[in-house]
């Protein structure tokens, strides 16, 4: 059974830093990609950012391209989202998902992740 676990969030002042984590277990990754997701009270599940397990090929959303980073060990099945300049619309919940890579046009959109975590706060104050 896959099992997602996120954590790393918190609080944190504008233009601070953050890392969140995703530990995945329950299979093997290797055919997979990772994608974070964030939702903020009142708004939809956004995309933010995906990495593939194999090759480590990323995609990032442009709200948080070049601030934000994605990175994956493969030998401890984690994915991280280290977070640099943050902005208050940057508070939501985080998520971590993942599904078989099947491009990027689908790993940007929620519905194509067959597993999810329970997320992880992130307050940025301004």
């Known amino acids: 059974q896959v099992q997602l676990v996120e954590s790393g969030g918190g609080f944190v002042q504008a233009g601070g830093s953050l890392r969140v984590s995703c530990a995945a277990s329950g299979r093997t990754f290797s055919s997979y990609a990772t994608g974070w997701f964030r939702q903020a009270p009142g708004k939809e599940r956004e995309f933010v950012a995906a990495?593939?397990?194999?090759?480590?090929?990323?995609y990032y959303s442009d709200s948080v391209k070049g601030r934000f980073t994605i990175s994956r060990d493969n030998a401890k099945n984690m994915v991280y989202l280290q977070m640099n300049i943050l902005k208050p619309e940057d508070t939501a919940v985080y998520y971590c998902?993942?599904?078989?890579?099947?491009?990027?046009?689908?790993?940007?959109?929620?519905?194509?992740?067959?597993?999810w975590g329970q997320g992880t706060q992130v307050t940025v104050s301004s």
């Open positions: 990495i593939t397990w194999a090759v480590g090929s990323t």
């Open positions: 998902a993942v599904a078989p890579f099947g491009g990027w046009g689908n790993m940007i959109k929620d519905v194509t992740y067959l597993y």
